[in-house]
Nanobody, 119 residues
Framework: QVQLLESGGGLVQAGGSLRLSCAIS????????MGWFRQPPGKEREFVAS????????NHANSVRGRFTISEDRANNMVYLQMNDLKPEDTAVYYC????????????WGQGTQVTVSS
């Protein structure tokens, strides 16, 4: 069983930065994919960024590419999302997720952390 706990959200002005953290407990394998998603108010959850636990591939949504960066600390079972040049449209609840099978579904989720960007 994998458990995830996000932290680092908050209120920030447009143009500011935040770093989200996801603490992972449980057994993680190199084939797992770790992802960040977000759910803006009144909208569906959407993909933000992902990486493979083996350290190879990262992927970022077009809407955040060049502003957000996903990274990992495998020694401490942590995943981060560095968010720079934040915009009001980045306001959302941000979730950390784990996909055990490549091409499959994200099966484990954290409780989410709120990010609010004021204009």
């Amino acid at each position: 069983q994998v458990q995830l706990l996000e932290s680092g959200g908050g209120l920030v002005q447009a143009g500011g930065s935040l770093r989200l953290s996801c603490a992972i407990s449980g057994r993680i394998f190199a084939t797992y994919t770790m992802g960040w998603f977000r759910q803006p108010p009144g909208k569906e959850r959407e993909f933000v960024a992902s990486l493979t636990w083996s350290g190879g591939n990262t992927n970022h949504a077009n809407s955040v590419r060049g502003r957000f960066t996903i990274s990992e600390d495998r020694a401490n079972n942590m995943v981060y999302l560095q968010m720079n040049d934040l915009k009001p449209e980045d306001t959302a609840v941000y979730y950390c997720g784990v996909r055990p099978v490549f091409g499959g579904q994200y099966e484990y989720w954290g409780q989410g952390t709120q990010v609010t960007v004021s204009s």
